[in-house]
């Protein structure tokens, strides 16, 4: 699989992300998750976790890796999904809102290592179910697993952590998942 230099550094947030929660205690941490209804109709989760509610405990995490200013509420390009009828989409929010219900998720996150834009923040507020997480509470769960495991680790900032990270240490395939 050839990735592109932005495709890199956005898989070695997804690793980064998949260790952090792995690390924090989350219970079947997984990377690059593809849940299936048939071949053409599916969605492709970042990360996702599993947690102690008995009913229904899956998240799922989109990662929006920013190497520059802060992230947009713009969707990068027109979404269209192959024969598949869908309300319209048009920013990032409404997309993780449609991909939390496609794969019936208790609760989704929308995460970057940067700031989002104040649109963002103002879009998750319309939905109950989506948590969003900037560096600053990135920095906060950083420092709880470094007080969980630091004595295993020299600290370093989020951005040196991720560009540190070997990707030919890592499967990069997806995960299946059909319903």
Known sequence: MELTPEKVVGTKFEVWLEKLFSDLWYPKVRRNVEYHYSRYVYRQVDVEYRTLNPFNPLVIVEAKYSSGGNVRAELRE????????IRTIDNI???LEERRQFVKARKAVLVTNRLFAKEVYEEAKKYDKIEVYDHIYLEELDKKREQMWGFLFRRK???????AIDLRKYDLG???HYF
């Open 157 to 163: 900032s989020i951005d040196e952590q991720i560009l």
């Open 78 to 85: 027109e979404k269209k999904k192959h024969k598949q009828r």
């Open 93 to 95: 929010v409404n997309e």
């Open 174 to 176: 997806p995960h299946i």
